[in-house]
């Protein structure tokens, strides 16, 4: 994606590749945004709002009915927390961010110890990190999907989400979380995609951002079970 792409735009290519990833519907426009119909049992569907207003935000929120819907809002959570009605439960924040993939020097050596193992299937690669004995260690992946920005542009090429990136606790600290994500980068590149996006977590901006990813905005996430006891009746806990 351009270099100048909006807030709009990146968070529609996220919800594309993520889409893809995680095998849920082809998102859905909306006026505020779009929605996805993931269909599991913790994750029915989730609405995604790149420019939250507090009038769509109120109405989104006291409406819902179904549990486990999730409401993604690109804002700080300062801004938006007082906008959310009761039954709604605040989850970790996330954080935006981008990098241009461009030719590297190969495929990343596995960390001594461990093998790497790579797989493409429905548009996802994966990346498997293992001991030598085969004991899982880290994993990632990455769903590739044609970017589709919004203002009529029609020359995007494919893009790549990276999602549920993971180290196992024991093997933390041994650079795995910097070799899972320099694969899939790679892995992208090599299959067409030129910008990479993700969403991550406060614990992963810091490795993110010491591979060159750049941080594009916050994310304030919510989920929705009223028969869940909260702290607060409007913010979540």
Request: a neutral charge.
């Amino acid at each position: 994606m351009p270099d100048d792409a909006t807030l709009p735009e990146l968070v529609r290519a996220w919800t594309s590749g993520w889409s893809v990833s995680r095998g849920a519907a082809d998102p859905a426009p909306e006026p505020w945004g779009w929605s996805i119909d993931v269909g599991q049992q913790r994750h029915v569907w989730r609405h995604v709002l790149p420019e939250p207003a507090e009038a769509e935000v109120r109405k989104l929120t006291e409406g819902t009915t179904a549990p486990w819907t999730w409401l993604k809002l690109f804002a700080e959570e300062e801004r938006v927390l007082p906008w959310i009605g009761p039954g709604w439960h605040q989850d970790g924040p996330g954080y935006l961010m981008t990098l241009p993939l461009r030719p590297g020097a190969g495929r990343p050596a596995a960390p001594t110890g461990y093998r790497i193992t790579t797989w493409s299937r429905g548009g996802t690669v994966r990346v498997l990190v293992r001991t030598t004995g085969g004991e899982f260690a880290a994993r990632g992946q990455v769903g590739l999907a044609p970017a589709t920005p919004l203002g009529g542009r029609t020359d995007a090429p494919l893009l790549a989400v990276a999602d549920q990136i993971e180290t196992a606790p024991e093997h933390r600290r041994r650079g795995l979380g910097s070799a899972v994500m320099r694969t899939l980068q790679h892995e992208a590149h090599e299959a067409g995609a030129r910008t990479a996006l993700l969403v991550g977590t406060t614990e992963g901006r810091a490795l993110y951002g010491s591979l060159g990813w750049t941080l594009r905005s916050p994310m304030a996430s919510f989920w929705y079970d009223p028969s869940t006891p909260t702290d607060r009746p409007h913010g979540g806990s």
